[in-house]
């Protein structure tokens, strides 16, 4: 019975630091570049080439760690793991081993069940313990061209080579794919939000790879893990995790034993298959870089570095939840990028503090028109000084909801303002009761048989009478006038 079962995942995340060069020499971090057109003897790997720590590395890496409540250690040791791969041409990667650059982190996500559709349920907070973030040089690319057996040639690119990662360890303290799921979406927007990384997972810039394992439930020990790569995008990894889920729970429950192995997850036959057998540590013979000093970093840097963060996603949806009242999905989904959350709070300011209109009006129109676009909201084409003043004047009964709907679509097309299209169009709502007043008699005039019906106790018509007068006044009538009337 899955019933039975506890299902175990840590995760590690590997995101490319957004720097312009490389993290030992000052070759170019361009991507898409000629292949090997950014190398030097030292990315190279050349025998006499000594690696320089670029310090820009070290200024991303602290505002990431910061961004997810790690702590920065004053003294951190660059070491070298061993191993022969063709696009790894020092025979060895500079990462850190024993003494990282951060460890011991705290950081609170949101997260939520799913239903079947993959609908979110109820946000909850869930505390997740990040073991370490430390620093360290990318490896080159192998590119293979050409059918297996046949006609196969390979390539090697080394522009990747040297680029700088954070990788990010995370206790086992993930119960479920969802987790897991959540987790690396907050990763992701928090890294990005700081300027920390791209953190783009169809870039390759951010890579996730995720260890499971089950035991019953009741049990204290771990069961074997294994560890899945290959996914390419947060969903991969969570189909990956459940795949695996019920693997382990179906070889244990038939009395088999699991391996534990490196996976891969090949998403178009939904399912894992062996990579290798995973190195234990002492297979990369770590060593410390005999040809970089200890990194060490004071108190104050951090400090500086702390002080220049934004206020950070998590609690800037709190606040907008508190400050605006509204729900706690919608919070979140204002807050999913920086120019999205600071747009919001200037069309706010700029309705006269009307904060949830604005929240609707967003989500429901302008989100879609910037999907539609392809465009993100640091690049709307409607600034949020005038989104605000439309649902200003929406909100004064200069123009309905329904009129609103459509000045937005020529505003996003022509990038005018509300009040010169509502001028050009004559659009002006008719708030004028006697005019209003003089369309209801029209429409009583024309509908007799439901007057009758309403008079008799039928008060389901009313809706029908404001429709007609709103009909008649081609919907320039402010409804709220007509209701009243
Ligand atoms: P390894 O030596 O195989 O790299 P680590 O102890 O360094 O293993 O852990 C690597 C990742 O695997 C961490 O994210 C950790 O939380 C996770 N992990 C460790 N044991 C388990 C387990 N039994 N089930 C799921 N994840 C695990
Ligand atoms: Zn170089
Ligand atoms: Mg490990």
Same mark, same amino acid.
């Given at each position: 019975?899955?019933?039975?079962?506890?299902?175990?995942?840590?995760?590690?995340?590997?995101?490319?630091?957004?720097?312009?060069?490389?993290?030992?020499?000052?070759?170019?971090?361009?991507?898409?570049?000629?292949?090997?057109?950014?190398?030097?003897?030292?990315?190279?790997?050349?025998?006499?080439?000594?690696?320089?720590?670029?310090?820009?590395?070290?200024?991303?890496?602290?505002?990431?760690?910061?961004?997810?409540?790690?702590?920065?250690?004053?003294?951190?040791?660059?070491?070298?793991?061993?191993?022969?791969?063709?696009?790894?041409?020092?025979?060895?990667?500079?990462?850190? @081993?024993?003494?990282?650059?951060?460890?011991?982190?705290?950081?609170?996500?949101?997260?939520?069940?799913?239903?079947?559709?993959?609908?979110?349920?109820?946000?909850?907070?869930?505390?997740?313990?990040?073991?370490?973030?430390?620093?360290?040089?990318?490896?080159?690319?192998?590119?293979?061209?050409?059918?297996?057996?046949?006609?196969?040639?390979?390539?090697?690119?080394?522009?990747?080579?040297?680029?700088?990662?954070?990788?990010?360890?995370?206790?086992?303290?993930?119960?479920?794919?969802?987790?897991?799921?959540?987790? !690396?979406?907050?990763?992701?927007?928090?890294?990005?939000?700081?300027?920390?990384?791209?953190?783009?997972?169809?870039?390759?810039?951010?890579?996730?790879?995720?260890?499971?394992?089950?035991?019953?439930?009741?049990?204290?020990?771990?069961?074997?893990?294994?560890?899945?790569?290959?996914?390419?995008? #947060?969903?991969?990894?969570?189909?990956?995790?459940?795949?695996?889920?019920?693997?382990?729970?179906?070889?244990?429950?038939?009395?088999?034993?699991?391996?534990?192995?490196?996976?891969?997850?090949?998403?178009?036959?939904?399912?894992?298959?062996?990579?290798?057998?995973?190195?234990?540590?002492?297979? @990369?013979?770590?060593?410390?870089?005999?040809?970089?000093?200890?990194?060490? #970093?004071?108190?104050?840097?951090?400090?500086?570095?702390?002080?220049?963060?934004?206020?950070?996603?998590?609690?800037?949806?709190?606040?907008?939840?508190?400050?605006?009242?509204?729900?706690?999905?919608?919070?979140?989904?204002?807050?999913?990028?920086?120019?999205?959350?600071?747009? @919001?709070?200037?069309?706010?300011?700029?309705?006269?503090?009307?904060?949830?209109?604005?929240?609707?009006?967003?989500?429901?129109?302008?989100?879609?028109?910037?999907?539609?676009?392809?465009?993100?909201?640091?690049?709307?084409?409607?600034?949020?000084?005038?989104?605000?003043?439309?649902?200003?004047?929406?909100?004064?009964?200069?123009?309905?909801?329904?009129?609103?709907?459509?000045?937005? !679509?020529?505003?996003?097309?022509?990038?005018?303002?509300?009040?010169?299209?509502?001028?050009?169009?004559?659009?002006?709502?008719?708030?004028?009761?006697?005019?209003?007043?003089?369309?209801?008699?029209?429409?009583?005039?024309?509908?007799?048989?439901?007057?009758?019906?309403?008079?008799?106790?039928?008060?389901?018509?009313?809706?029908?009478? #404001?429709?007609? #007068?709103?009909?008649?006044?081609?919907?320039?009538?402010?409804?709220?006038?007509?209701?009243?009337?």
């Amino acid at each position: 019975m899955t019933n039975d079962w506890e299902t175990i995942i840590g995760l590690e995340v590997h995101a490319q630091l957004s720097t312009e060069s490389k993290i030992f020499c000052g070759c170019s971090t361009r991507f898409g570049d000629e292949p090997n057109a950014n190398t030097c003897p030292t990315c190279l790997g050349l025998p006499g080439a000594l690696p320089v720590l670029n310090w820009r590395a070290v200024e991303l890496g602290a505002r990431a760690a910061l961004a997810l409540g790690l702590h920065i250690n004053e003294r951190s040791i660059f070491a070298r793991k061993n191993y022969f791969y063709p696009d790894l041409p020092k025979g060895y990667q500079i990462s850190q @081993y024993d003494q990282p650059f951060s460890t011991n982190g705290t950081l609170e996500i949101m997260t939520a069940d799913r239903d079947e559709a993959g609908h979110a349920h109820e946000w909850k907070p869930m505390t997740i313990q990040i073991t370490r973030l430390h620093l360290e040089e990318d490896a080159g690319k192998n590119v293979h061209e050409g059918l297996p057996d046949v006609d196969r040639f390979s390539y090697i690119d080394l522009n990747r080579a040297g680029t700088p990662l954070a990788e990010i360890v995370t206790e086992p303290d993930f119960r479920s794919s969802w987790q897991a799921y959540d987790y !690396v979406n907050h990763v992701r927007r928090a890294l990005q939000w700081v300027g920390a990384s791209d953190a783009d997972m169809e870039k390759g810039n951010l890579r996730c790879e995720a260890n499971v394992s089950v035991r019953r439930k009741g049990d204290t020990k771990f069961g074997t893990k294994v560890e899945l790569k290959n996914l390419n995008s #947060v969903r991969f990894m969570q189909k990956a995790i459940e795949f695996e889920v019920e693997r382990h729970i179906k070889t244990l429950e038939s009395g088999g034993q699991l391996v534990q192995e490196t996976l891969l997850w090949d998403e178009r036959l939904n399912e894992t298959r062996p990579m290798r057998s995973k190195e234990e540590a002492h297979d @990369y013979r770590y060593f410390p870089e005999p040809d970089l000093p200890p990194l060490i #970093v004071t108190n104050q840097f951090v400090e500086e570095v702390r002080a220049s963060l934004p206020e950070l996603p998590g609690p800037r949806a709190k606040r907008f939840a508190e400050q605006y009242g509204l729900s706690y999905a919608d919070a979140s989904q204002l807050t999913g990028d920086r120019a999205l959350a600071d747009y @919001y709070e200037s069309a706010v300011e700029a309705s006269g503090s009307n904060a949830r209109a604005t929240a609707n009006w967003i989500r429901s129109e302008l989100l879609r028109e910037l999907e539609n676009a392809g465009l993100s909201a640091g690049k709307s084409p409607i600034p949020a000084m005038k989104l605000g003043a439309l649902v200003r004047m929406i909100d004064d009964g200069k123009i309905s909801g329904k009129q609103g709907k459509d000045v937005l !679509v020529e505003m996003f097309a022509t990038g005018k303002s509300a009040a010169v299209i509502v001028e050009e169009k004559g659009l002006i709502q008719v708030s004028d009761t006697g005019e209003i007043d003089r369309v209801i008699d029209e429409v009583i005039a024309a509908n007799p048989n439901q007057l009758e019906a309403y008079r008799g106790g039928k008060e389901a018509l009313f809706g029908f009478f #404001v429709g007609q #007068v709103m009909k008649a006044s081609k919907g320039k009538a402010n409804p709220k006038v007509v209701m009243s009337a």
